[in-house]
């Protein structure tokens, strides 16, 4: 119930805010939450396509591709996170656990 609280709400501000990347974002965590991957990767390429150096969409969108055990796919979009954020907790966070996902626990460690 909650979450589609915050879908509509979500939907109203894109209404208003169509270039709003980071509603875009918002709605793909969502999204994300509710384990409905299709809709959370469409909202998060949406963001992209909006702001296509969004750290968060970046790393959102590897967290879903983890989800989903799809880890090149994962790799692909927190190694660019990682360019262009070398400090960010979050994406080092998920950038360890993409390598320990692929086996790569010595990669992970040495981040």
Same mark, same amino acid.
């Given at each position: 119930?909650? %979450? #589609? *609280? !915050?879908?509509? %709400? &979500? *939907?109203?501000? @894109? !209404? @208003?805010?169509?270039?709003?990347?980071?509603? =875009?974002? +918002?709605? /793909? +965590?969502?999204?994300?939450?509710?384990?409905? &991957?299709?809709?959370?990767? %469409? &909202?998060?390429?949406?963001?992209?396509?909006? #702001?296509?150096?969004? $750290?968060?969409? @970046?790393?959102?969108?590897?967290? @879903?591709?983890?989800?989903? /055990? *799809?880890?090149?796919?994962?790799?692909?979009? $927190?190694? *660019?996170?990682?360019?262009?954020?070398?400090? +960010?907790? !979050?994406?080092?966070? +998920?950038? !360890?656990?993409?390598?320990? =996902?692929? /086996?790569?626990?010595? /990669?992970? $460690?040495?981040?």
């Amino acid at each position: 119930m909650q %979450h #589609d *609280k !915050a879908i509509e %709400h &979500f *939907k109203r501000i @894109l !209404a @208003l805010r169509p270039d709003s990347a980071e509603s =875009f974002i +918002n709605l /793909g +965590n969502v999204y994300l939450a509710c384990d409905d &991957f299709a809709a959370s990767e %469409h &909202f998060l390429a949406q963001a992209l396509e909006l #702001d296509p150096d969004s $750290i968060q969409a @970046l790393n959102n969108l590897a967290m @879903l591709y983890n989800r989903q /055990g *799809k880890y090149a796919q994962a790799e692909q979009y $927190i190694t *660019k996170a990682r360019g262009l954020s070398q400090e +960010n907790v !979050a994406v080092l966070s +998920n950038l !360890a656990s993409t390598r320990v =996902f692929q /086996g790569d626990m010595p /990669g992970a $460690i040495t981040l």
